[in-house]
């Protein structure tokens, strides 16, 4: 490509200096025609709100060609300048003036650079086309506005990027030197009526005699189009030295679901891992592939679930759908905080993405997204953020910052929180918590006026969490994980709960706001003032239809389990018969009885008739003669 580049502008350069009608009038000056029409130039040059030229800008005396493309939006100007040797790019945020100076060759970036100096060189032909060559467009402007005497150039129309095109030449006295100015306009018919200059050329000289120019500079002006709108990009992995940075203000995650889709292109490996957070629930959940991606903490290589329940303190961590174990929140990884005197607090979700304390700096705008970039001083990297127009992160990559090797990429693909295979009820959880202590902590609960139909109509999970708000609100704090329900049906129909209440565990939580460990009572204790409310009728069980509405369902009595009532359990598509049912043992026994009593009878019956042909036999032998 680079290559390509250096052909095409040394065959420009060749073909422009040798068209005799391309080189500069300097004699006409001192002998101008005495045919030539002598005018001033009065055009007027209009360019659009947005627009994109591209060009060229040749030092003559130094043998040097630049192309250049300019680029105005709403928000950036953008001067880009080409050689063979060299990529440059000047950035102007047209908000605050700020200016940015990208060397691409070199790959580095000033964020507080100079503006670009397209024409001569420091204050040269400041006194014909002004102070301002940072752009093709301010030149043109200065020279528009000049109104010198002229001469156009009778019979000579030029083809400049397939626009005719006449030549208007101004001999100019400077201060110390003399200047000629060719210009070559656009016909005001060649163009929708709209006069534009196509050329500019400028030559300095010591006299109008003189055929030898001291400095010699000229621009071409190519084509005009409509930004593409990523023009002010600066190139992945630089960052701008002496930019003005500030801290973000990154659009709120409270409930929020996606996968997260990791690129170690170091290594060439890509990792998926799920994601669930809720402010409102106070968790977090990483479920996946390599959950370090996310949290940056330590867990084996077996791990694949990982819940992090910052109202109770708890880290619950799973594998394959068994759980391993039960810890206290941990006080090192990415969604955590820890407030003085050791409180945990859960991190904002955005913060859990990216680091909280880099300061940002923006780069650029495009039709739906918004960069920053940041250095990180402490990894030695390069941050590129890329964010929605309201804030919202969409996806991230990082640069070694000495190499400007893209490391680590990241691409957010967001899911509905509703939808998210991780929205799980506390008791899928309960095996976590539950230290194995046995006690009989099970409990049937009859619902009255409730059958099988009912509970198809609300589902489980939300019988459970009614159970749970119930006991909460109207007996004691009890930590969800404590509290599992089932159902049965009895012979009549009717629909009962199963209520279990794990003991508490040994396990103490981290410090939270909110929960206090030392308030758990012990299951038998609790099950004590449920039966109380039961009985007198204080306790119902609110729960939540599919429909949206809430149902009241009202406890008859409780009773421990299991007991001597007959009892059909239901899970799925089984039915398991309770195997303490009086009337089942009794068919049980009589035939065992009955079949027992048979088997001896027999067994008896056999020996007595075997002891009565043995005797028989030993008479027999003893009445027989013996041979002499």
Same mark, same amino acid.
Request: charge should be negative; aromatic fraction near 10%; include cysteine.
């Given at each position: 490509?680079?290559?390509?580049?250096?052909?095409?502008?040394?065959?420009?350069?060749?073909?422009?200096?040798?068209?005799?009608? *391309?080189?500069?009038?300097?004699?006409?000056?001192?002998?101008?025609?005495?045919?030539?029409?002598?005018?001033?130039?009065?055009?007027?040059?209009?360019?659009?709100?947005?627009?994109?030229?591209?060009?060229?800008? /040749?030092?003559?005396? #130094?043998?040097?060609?630049?192309?250049?493309?300019?680029?105005?939006?709403?928000?950036?100007?953008?001067?880009?300048?080409?050689?063979?040797?060299?990529?440059?790019?000047?950035?102007?945020?047209?908000?605050?003036?700020?200016?940015?100076?990208?060397?691409?060759?070199?790959?580095?970036? @000033?964020?507080?650079?100079?503006?670009?100096?397209?024409?001569?060189?420091?204050?040269?032909?400041?006194?014909?086309?002004?102070?301002?060559?940072?752009?093709?467009?301010?030149?043109?402007?200065?020279?528009?506005?000049?109104?010198?005497? %002229?001469?156009?150039? *009778?019979?000579?129309?030029?083809?400049?990027?397939?626009? @005719?095109?006449?030549?208007?030449?101004?001999?100019?006295? #400077?201060?110390?030197?003399?200047?000629?100015?060719?210009?070559?306009?656009?016909?005001?018919?060649?163009?929708?009526?709209?006069?534009?200059?196509?050329?500019?050329?400028?030559?300095?000289?010591?006299?109008?005699?003189?055929?030898?120019?001291?400095?010699?500079?000229?621009?071409?002006? =190519?084509?005009?189009?409509?930004?593409?709108?990523?023009?002010?990009?600066?190139?992945?992995?630089?960052?701008?030295?002496?930019?003005?940075?500030?801290?973000? !203000?990154?659009?709120?995650?409270?409930?929020?679901?996606?996968?997260?889709?990791?690129?170690?292109?170091?290594?060439?490996?890509?990792?998926?891992?799920?994601?669930?957070?809720?402010?409102?629930?106070?968790?977090?959940?990483?479920?996946?592939?390599?959950?370090?991606?996310?949290?940056?903490?330590?867990?084996?290589?077996?791990?694949?679930?990982?819940?992090?329940?910052?109202?109770?303190?708890?880290?619950?961590?799973?594998?394959?759908?068994?759980?391993?174990?039960?810890?206290?929140?941990?006080?090192?990884?990415?969604? /955590?905080?820890?407030?003085?005197?050791?409180? &945990?607090?859960?991190?904002?979700?955005?913060?859990?993405?990216?680091?909280?304390?880099?300061?940002?700096?923006?780069?650029?705008?495009?039709?739906?997204? &918004?960069?920053?970039?940041? !250095?990180?001083?402490?990894?030695? &990297?390069?941050?590129?953020?890329?964010?929605?127009?309201?804030?919202?992160?969409?996806?991230?990559?990082?640069? =070694?910052?000495?190499?400007?090797?893209?490391?680590?990429?990241?691409?957010? !693909?967001?899911?509905?929180?509703?939808?998210?295979?991780?929205?799980?009820?506390?008791? !899928?959880?309960?095996?976590?918590? @539950?230290?194995?202590?046995?006690?009989?902590?099970?409990?049937?609960?009859?619902?009255?006026? *409730?059958?099988?139909?009912?509970?198809?109509?609300? #589902?489980?999970?939300?019988?459970?969490?009614? &159970?749970?708000?119930?006991?909460?609100?109207?007996?004691?704090?009890?930590?969800?994980?404590?509290?599992?329900?089932?159902?049965?049906?009895?012979?009549?129909?009717?629909?009962?709960?199963?209520?279990?209440?794990?003991?508490?565990?040994?396990?103490?939580?981290?410090?939270?706001?909110?929960? @206090?460990?030392?308030?758990?009572?012990?299951?038998?204790?609790?099950?004590?003032?449920?039966?109380?409310?039961?009985?007198?009728?204080?306790?119902?069980?609110?729960?939540?239809?599919?429909?949206? =509405? /809430?149902?009241?369902?009202?406890?008859?009595?409780?009773?421990?389990?299991?007991?001597?009532?007959?009892?059909?359990?239901?899970?799925?598509?089984?039915?398991?018969?309770?195997?303490? =049912?009086?009337? /089942?043992?009794?068919?049980?026994?009589?035939?065992?009885?009955?079949? %027992?009593?048979?088997? #001896?009878?027999?067994?008896?019956?056999?020996?007595?008739?075997?002891?009565?042909?043995?005797?028989?036999?030993?008479?027999?032998?003893?009445?027989?003669?013996?041979?002499?």
């Amino acid at each position: 490509m680079q290559f390509q580049l250096l052909l095409i502008i040394l065959v420009a350069f060749k073909l422009v200096s040798c068209l005799p009608n *391309k080189t500069p009038k300097v004699t006409m000056c001192s002998f101008p025609p005495p045919e030539e029409e002598i005018q001033e130039w009065n055009r007027k040059i209009m360019f659009p709100k947005e627009y994109k030229i591209s060009g060229s800008v /040749t030092d003559w005396n #130094g043998k040097a060609t630049w192309i250049v493309t300019e680029t105005r939006t709403k928000d950036f100007r953008v001067v880009e300048r080409t050689s063979n040797r060299n990529e440059e790019k000047w950035i102007e945020d047209l908000s605050n003036g700020d200016q940015k100076y990208i060397n691409s060759t070199e790959g580095t970036c @000033d964020g507080r650079a100079r503006k670009a100096n397209l024409f001569g060189r420091s204050s040269e032909f400041k006194e014909i086309i002004g102070s301002d060559t940072s752009s093709m467009t301010s030149i043109i402007n200065s020279i528009s506005l000049l109104k010198p005497f %002229g001469f156009i150039v *009778k019979d000579r129309v030029e083809v400049i990027g397939g626009i @005719d095109s006449k030549v208007w030449i101004s001999c100019l006295n #400077g201060s110390d030197s003399k200047y000629v100015l060719e210009i070559r306009f656009s016909d005001e018919e060649s163009v929708s009526g709209v006069s534009a200059i196509l050329s500019i050329r400028i030559a300095e000289l010591k006299s109008f005699e003189s055929t030898v120019s001291i400095n010699h500079w000229s621009m071409e002006v =190519d084509r005009l189009e409509t930004p593409k709108g990523d023009e002010a990009v600066v190139n992945d992995g630089v960052f701008c030295s002496h930019d003005k940075s500030s801290f973000l !203000q990154l659009k709120p995650l409270d409930e929020y679901a996606a996968v997260l889709h990791y690129r170690n292109h170091k290594e060439k490996t890509s990792q998926s891992t799920e994601i669930l957070y809720s402010k409102s629930r106070e968790l977090f959940i990483v479920s996946g592939e390599s959950p370090m991606n996310v949290l940056n903490g330590m867990y084996l290589p077996r791990i694949d679930y990982i819940l992090h329940d910052f109202k109770h303190g708890y880290e619950m961590t799973m594998s394959q759908g068994a759980c391993e174990q039960l810890f206290p929140l941990p006080e090192n990884t990415r969604d /955590t905080i820890v407030q003085s005197p050791g409180y &945990v607090l859960q991190s904002p979700m955005e913060y859990i993405l990216i680091p909280s304390f880099l300061t940002w700096n923006k780069y650029g705008i495009g039709e739906e997204y &918004v960069e920053y970039r940041s !250095q990180d001083f402490v990894n030695n &990297v390069i941050w590129q953020l890329r964010l929605t127009p309201d804030m919202e992160i969409i996806s991230y990559k990082m640069f =070694d910052s000495d190499s400007i090797r893209l490391l680590f990429s990241l691409e957010i !693909q967001r899911i509905q929180v509703e939808k998210s295979k991780l929205n799980i009820s506390p008791t !899928q959880l309960s095996s976590c918590y @539950d230290d194995g202590q046995m006690g009989n902590n099970t409990w049937i609960v009859p619902i009255r006026n *409730k059958i099988l139909n009912d509970m198809n109509r609300v #589902g489980l999970k939300r019988v459970n969490d009614a &159970v749970v708000k119930s006991i909460n609100e109207t007996i004691h704090r009890v930590i969800p994980y404590r509290i599992v329900v089932f159902y049965v049906e009895n012979e009549m129909n009717q629909l009962s709960l199963i209520i279990r209440i794990i003991e508490k565990t040994v396990t103490e939580p981290a410090m939270t706001h909110g929960y @206090d460990y030392t308030n758990e009572l012990p299951a038998n204790e609790l099950f004590g003032l449920i039966y109380s409310e039961i009985y007198v009728g204080n306790m119902t069980f609110e729960v939540e239809n599919i429909d949206g =509405d /809430t149902e009241s369902w009202i406890p008859e009595s409780m009773t421990r389990f299991p007991h001597s009532t007959k009892v059909t359990i239901l899970t799925s598509s089984y039915r398991v018969i309770s195997p303490f =049912d009086f009337k /089942t043992i009794l068919l049980l026994i009589v035939p065992s009885l009955f079949f %027992g009593f048979s088997i #001896g009878g027999a067994i008896v019956y056999f020996f007595i008739r075997r002891s009565k042909k043995g005797i028989l036999f030993s008479n027999i032998n003893l009445s027989l003669p013996t041979k002499c």
